[in-house]
Antibody, heavy 118, light 111 residues
Framework: QVHLVQSGAEVKKPGASVKVSCKPS????????IHWVRQAPGQGLEWLGR????????NYAQKFQGRVTMTRDKSISTAYMDLSRLTSDDTALYYC???????????WGQGTLVTVSS | QSVLTQPPSASGTPGQRVTISCSGG????????VNWYQHLPGTAPKVLIY???QRPSGVPDRFSGSKSGTSASLAISGLQSGDEADYYC????????????FGGGTKLTVL
């Protein structure tokens, strides 16, 4: 069975950075993209970007270019999403998800709550 | 403002059939397939429909998807109280080096 397990909740101050991890199991880590999606309180789903765990190649949403970095460590089959220069608008639940053909996302991780507060 | 447009809310009574629309453009729905997600409070989103109309194993055939041109629809028949959730459409968009776009979400209420 395929699972994606994310790191725990984070509380950060404005201007800081946060790094969230995502560890899939149940399939070959390098075979599928890992996507990152967030949901701010009361808002809808918002795509941040994706990484190809095999090549390390990335696509980022234009809104987050320059502020988001997605990486992976093939030796421990883990993907990471680093978001810098945090503001209160970045307070959200962050999800990773496996990307299948035509970018349908399945399954999703359990979500990581990132709270930005002074 | 979302690239894909969905109605913010929809409702129906148990047993009814409801439809949720999703409107996009030539760079997303018009040239790529549409996926639909169900998001229940306190849980991770779950794919309901992929590649316009395909259902993953385990998703009841009460859920169906369709697409025409730059618009897509999700239909739910035999509405149940457990279907009360937020529903999102999504598609790959070929502009700006490629990215995924989501609809704003539709909150379905079962009356």
């Amino acid at each position: 069975q395929v699972h994606l397990v994310q790191s725990g909740a984070e509380v950060k101050k404005p201007g800081a950075s946060v790094k969230v991890s995502c560890k899939p199991s149940g399939y070959t880590f390098t075979a599928f993209h890992i996507h990152w999606v967030r949901q701010a309180p009361g808002q809808g789903l918002e795509w941040l970007g994706r990484i190809n765990p095999n090549s390390g190649g990335t696509n980022y949403a234009q809104k987050f270019q320059g502020r988001v970095t997605m990486t992976r460590d093939k030796s421990i089959s883990t993907a990471y999403m680093d978001l810098s220069r945090l503001t209160s608008d970045d307070t959200a639940l962050y999800y990773c998800a496996r990307g299948l053909e035509n970018s349908w996302l399945d399954p999703w991780g359990q979500g990581t709550l990132v709270t930005v507060s002074s | 403002q979302s690239v894909l447009t969905q109605p913010p809310s929809a409702s129906g009574t148990p047993g009814q059939r409801v439809t949720i629309s999703c409107s996009g453009g030539s760079s997303n729905i018009g040239s790529n397939t549409v996926n639909w997600y169900q998001h229940l409070p306190g849980t991770a989103p779950k794919v309901l429909i992929y590649s316009d109309y395909q259902r993953p194993s385990g998703v009841p055939d009460r859920f169906s998807g369709s697409k025409s041109g730059t618009s897509a629809s999700l239909a739910i028949s035999g509405l149940q109280s457990g279907d009360e959730a937020d529903y999102y459409c999504a598609a790959w968009d070929d502009s700006l080096n490629g990215h995924v776009v989501f609809g704003g979400g539709t909150k379905l209420t079962v009356l």
